[in-house]
């Protein structure tokens, strides 16, 4: 059974989380970002649902630093709807945002759909080469020039449709569909925050930000 973390300062919320989920998966439960952060590290999860708004290391803090040492799916929890929450969660790598008060029903497609991503990518064997790029899909692993890179779940499945689609622009749209599944209810300019964040990770890795290129009001693509 597949293994979540709810991370809420408010036990009522946690609980409520945890009565949506309890019957398809394993639950375990943190009330704060410090302990959120030690138990992430220390256990092994299949997906993090994380508050924002919490004593001692807020939502975004916790975020950061689990994404120092895991990939882990994780989805932003919080009361806080604008546009500008939303771009700094996915800009710290979070994977999806959900905005309280949420649908039950809602919660959990976009639970599944997360890790049916996930469940699918690593079936996957193949290992995808491109200008000194070795994508390995079944490992979940990205190496430039034999140093890994670390990226979040969303970043290496975005990497990869680019490159499986060399010299082809894919739109916004196409994107999420291929990431995030038909499911998703969010806005295509998601996509944005963590085009940005792979390339400062691949410029970090010695490449060229340019690798990716903007096809303005189109989408993006790999030469």
Known sequence: ??????????????KLVGIYLQDNFEIEEAENGEEAYKKAIDHEFDLIILDVMMPKMDGWETLNKIRERSDVPIIMLTAK??????????????????VKPF???ELIVRVQALLRRANLTNKEENVLKYRGIVIDS??????YQDDPINLTQTEFDILESLIQNKGKVLTREQLVEIVWGLE???EDRTVDSHIKNLREKLKSAGMDK??????????????
Do not use: H, N, P
Not at 1 to 14: N, Q, T
Not at 82 to 96: I, Y
Not at 138 to 143: D, F, H, L, N, S
């Open 103 to 105: 649908d039950g029903a």
């Open 81 to 98: 709807g604008t546009v500008q929450d939303k771009v700094t969660g996915l800009s710290g790598g979070a994977d999806d945002y959900l």
């Open 138 to 143: 079944g490992a979940r692993v990205v190496k």
């Open 1 to 14: 059974m597949k293994k979540i973390l709810i991370v809420d300062d408010e036990i009522a919320m946690r």
């Open 210 to 223: 340019s690798f990716i290129k903007t096809v303005w009001g189109i989408g993006y693509k790999v030469e």
């Open 184 to 186: 998703f209810q969010g």
